[in-house]
């Protein structure tokens, strides 16, 4: 795998000799003029002589000039000149203007930079063609489409993202320490400020489904918006997301014959949550469920395939047609609709700051972007969408000292840091002390292993090879079962046929986190149950199936699928940090409220960043339905609310 890697650094080599031939030249045009690696490599240079490459279009208050930098000795001979640029210049000869362009602009999103690189070497897809032979292709994968210098360096080591949350062992080449964004110390900028001001209507932090959707709400509504995010990519935790979305009501319900209804939602959420979900806030989840489904269909997204989720009376978690991740899924439609609109969306560009008047009211932040340093985004409506802390293990101990050592499903920017933002603001606080472990996070990884297999199916044994709980209960009974258990672990068993209705579980073997065998006795035998027990409990289940009645209490229209046709499939899952119930408070408008009960002019919030929707415990599926739902009315809210905002 690591001569198929190191070849494919040659291959991007000499297609590059052949590319930088071409004279490139800014343009406003946001498509990059795209060559796959072959054809660089076979053509050389006489179709590239005559290409011009497209560059974004950067305002360039928010960039720096590094053609100063060309006789700079630390980027040609000193430590910068050690990585993937310094062999670009020294070996090929190849200039500071042949990657920052003409100008040599630099902005914090690196977009003239990653348009060079896609110029010359091609765009993920292409790229992957190169590397599909390798066991982890590392250019697909449910990141979508993310930019080359989220793993390259040019002045700095180059590491894959990926291991951020796995553990693959594919080389890349000028290999090393690649740091994620330093971590957000939000109080010390408390004085920071800045002479470089840029102007917009509604300004939203934070890149992942609920940005991404206020965004293009508000960009529906007729207004100019701007989307930063702290990370180097976009997506945020949503994009994790790998079970489905709740909605009742839905056209996709009616065309199954499912009936459900939001009065329904409702109830499910308010049991869930302990009856402690601020039930204003549940019923326009509920309510609005089925027209959010709507407005993603209208965007591209079918959610057609419809099953149980854990905690719902009827079959209301809404997924992609043949079981693929409903995350990655629908921030890939959210990405392609960003473009399509001209969606100013900016990475590595956290906000550390919230710009509030002698009024009280909100009138944007302070950027401290990754090249630029610190400048002014003014608007006239704030929208935070920032997400939870699950990543922070120092303030989810805090809350929680019973968590101490637990893994998180999630990415490493779920941090807090929004929740900060908010406090300097005056912003109130509700159920921070509700944390979500989720039942089911692959051992020996942070891989979530979706609600979705137990959905369709798969029965979930411990050690000694027994059924011992509920499958499909709520995500906060699941985990305290498991825990119970020996070792802490269990089992989730499924047959062939189960594996075939959900295209993830593939996704599982391809990270080595499922192990199969043809019959039950060999599957026993990898995992070290007792086979005897292991036969009687699926032949126990399988029973249950044709009865309808399960000493678990499994609902009876859940209990659908026997498990008789091998191989069979086991993996192996514990209990991990997964979301953060609580947050800032809202209202109903998505509008922040303060310590006095009051909102805070022109500033909304949407997402897990707020509290008071799900309670002490959210179900699966209804994190989907937030962001959508509460994310459309943060965006419509802060548009309209731009509009009134005098100038």
Known sequence: MGKKILLLSCILIFAFSACKKSQPVDTTDNNSAVQTEEQAADNQSSELDKEEVALPNINPLITINVL????????????????????????MGVTCAQCHGEKGLLDDAESTVNAYC????????????????????????????????????????????CNNCHSFTNEISFAGNKPLPKKLDIPSYKNA????????????????GSGFISAL???????????????????????????????????????????????TMFQDTMKGGKNISDPDLAHVLANNSADSMKWLTSIGAKLSAVNFGGGATN???????????????????????????????????????LLINDKGEVYGAVIDGKHKGMYEIHAKAVVLTSGGFSANADRVVSYKPNYKGMTTSNQPGATGDGLDLAKEAGAAFVDMEQIQIHPSIAVGSSTLITEAVRGVGAVMINHEGNR?????????????????????????????????????????????????????DELAKIINVPAKNLKATIEEYNKAVETKKDKFGKKADTLEKKLTK??????????????????????????????????????????????????????????????????????????????????
């Open 68 to 91: 100063d930098k060309e006789k700079d000795k630390q980027f040609t001979a000193g430590e910068k000149s050690k990585f993937l640029a310094g062999k670009h210049m020294n070996e």
């Open 118 to 161: 896609i110029s010359c070497h091609g765009n993920l897809n292409e790229v992957a063609e190169l590397t599909k032979g390798s066991e982890i292709n590392p250019h697909t994968s449910h990141l979508g489409n993310i930019n080359c210098t989220a793993c390259h360096g040019g002045h700095e080591p180059s590491a894959m993202y």
């Open 193 to 208: 400020k800045s002479d470089i001001v840029e102007e917009t209507d509604v300004l939203v932090i934070g890149a992942g």
């Open 217 to 263: 709400t508000a960009l529906e509504n007729g207004v100019n918006v701007i989307l930063v995010e702290k990370m180097p990519i976009t997506g945020g935790n949503s994009q994790l997301a790998a079970g489905g979305m709740n909605a009742a009501g839905t056209e996709y319900q009616k065309n199954l014959g499912i009936k459900d209804d939001a009065e």
């Open 315 to 353: 079959k209301r978690f809404h997924a992609p047609e043949g079981g693929a991740a409903v995350g990655s899924y629908l921030v890939n439609v959210y990405k392609d609709n960003a473009v399509q609109n001209k969606l100013d969306v900016r990475v590595n560009s956290p906000a550390v700051k």
């Open 468 to 520: 011992f709980f509920d499958e499909l209960s709520t995500r906060d009974k699941v985990s305290a079962a498991i825990l119970a258990q020996k070792g802490k672990t269990a089992y989730l068993v499924l047959d062939d046929n189960i594996r075939k209705d959900l295209k993830q579980i593939e996704g599982y073997f391809h990270l080595n986190l499922a192990k199969k065998a043809d019959t039950l």
């Open 566 to 647: 091998g191989p069979y499939v086991a993996i192996e899952i514990a209990p991990g940090v997964h979301y953060t119930m609580g947050g800032v408070k809202i209202n109903t408008d998505a509008q922040v409220i303060d310590t006095k009960g009051k909102p805070i002019p022109n500033f909304y919030a949407a997402g897990e960043v707020t509290g008071g929707v799900h309670g002490a415990n959210r179900l699966g599926g209804n994190s989907i339905s937030e962001t959508v739902t509460f994310g459309r009315i943060a965006g419509e809210q802060a548009a309209q609310a731009a509009k009134t905002v005098s100038k």
